[in-house]
């Protein structure tokens, strides 16, 4: 199933490192780590599209892993 967030990317110490995908309203996603490196960055806030994974578990646990598809840079800080 196929979702649309909008959120603010941050990078988490967690492990060797993780980043995730904090929603306005406050769910978090670990971004799958084949995601396009440009919407890897601290603070950047974003609209992604893309698929919860229900079937990879990872080493941060922070959130349920979103396979990005696609992402539109709202702001960057």
Same mark, same amino acid.
């Given at each position: 199933?196929?979702i649309?967030v !909008?959120g603010?990317?941050?990078?988490?110490?967690?492990?060797t490192?993780a980043? @995730?995908?904090?929603?306005?309203?406050?769910?978090?996603?670990?971004?799958? /780590?084949?995601?396009?490196?440009?919407l890897? /960055?601290q603070?950047?806030? @974003? /609209?992604? !599209?893309?698929?919860v994974?229900?079937?990879?578990?990872?080493? @941060?646990?922070?959130?349920?892993?979103?396979?990005?598809?696609?992402f539109?840079?709202?702001?960057?800080?």
């Amino acid at each position: 199933m196929s979702i649309t967030v !909008t959120g603010t990317v941050e990078r988490r110490d967690i492990g060797t490192g993780a980043w @995730a995908l904090v929603t306005d309203n406050g769910v978090t996603y670990e971004i799958s /780590k084949k995601s396009d490196k440009s919407l890897l /960055k601290q603070g950047q806030k @974003a /609209k992604v !599209t893309g698929q919860v994974r229900e079937d990879v578990m990872t080493i @941060a646990m922070i959130g349920p892993v979103l396979e990005v598809k696609s992402f539109e840079v709202l702001s960057s800080d």
